[in-house]
């Protein structure tokens, strides 16, 4: 199975964005991690509803077709067809999506985007300056999250901001730009109020991360 992150960002795109947060963070004491996950959860509930529901109704047409309507036939044909069904909603992100809410998909991107700024160590700048551009494949979500340094003096709704460039980039299937954009955005937006100083120590690795 081809990996969604690999898909979404090339081995060149990756070069790019990182010669971007690199020039980026040239221009301040602020530091920048761009993080691109398939998922931010396997959503098991998904795969167990999508399983019931599909194999309720596949065993419903297999009882007909089959003239074999009692119970018990039923209750043999829905077994099979639960871990059938089950087993390929595990595997089509495109049929899991359709057992997902947007409500739940925004709850697990937000908890892993959080759990990724604390395991990553944007948290531990010298200043708190640290953003993270958390990107989440499955869900189709990004969020930007800043260091109490850097939000201290920056109004939420600058993040949305660059999160909405974003979004926009990938669904005109030009999110590398749109990436690069942000960071650069985001390397402004230090820049004002964190400038370099005479030492100005690359804190936090400028690789892309890459999660599963």
């Known amino acids: 199975m081809n990996d969604p992150v690999c898909t979404f960002i090339s081995d060149e795109d990756t070069v790019l964005i990182e010669e971007a947060v690199r ?15 398939a998922s931010s959860d396997n959503y098991p509930l998904a795969n167990i509803l999508g399983g019931l529901v ?4 596949l065993s419903i047409s297999i009882s007909l077709a089959t003239d074999m309507q009692s119970m018990w036939n039923f209750l043999g044909f829905f077994l099979p067809s639960f871990v059938l069904c089950n087993e390929i909603i595990r595997r089509n992100l495109f049929l899991k999506r359709l057992f997902v809410t947007a409500s739940d998909m925004c ?4 908890n892993a985007a959080f759990g990724a700024f604390y395991k990553k160590g944007v948290w531990n700048t010298r200043e708190h300056t640290g953003i993270l551009i958390f990107i989440s494949l499955f869900e189709h979500r990004v969020w930007v999250l800043g260091d109490k340094g850097i939000n201290a003096k920056v ?7 660059i999160t909405d460039g974003i979004v926009a980039g990938i669904r005109e299937k030009s999110h590398v730009s749109a990436l690069c954009d942000a960071i650069g ?12 100083g005479r030492d100005n120590p690359d804190e936090l690795d400028n690789s892309v991360i890459r999660g599963h």
Not at 23 to 37: F, L
Not at 155 to 161: A, F, I, L
Not at 185 to 196: K, M, Q, S
């Open 23 to 37: 020039a980026a963070e040239k221009r301040t004491a602020g530091e920048i991690v761009v993080m691109v996950v």
């Open 54 to 57: 599909s194999g309720f109704l």
């Open 107 to 110: 709850e697990e991107v937000e």
């Open 155 to 161: 109004d939420p709704s600058v993040w949305q901001e």
């Open 185 to 196: 955005r985001c390397g402004d937006i230090l820049e004002g109020h964190f400038p370099p």
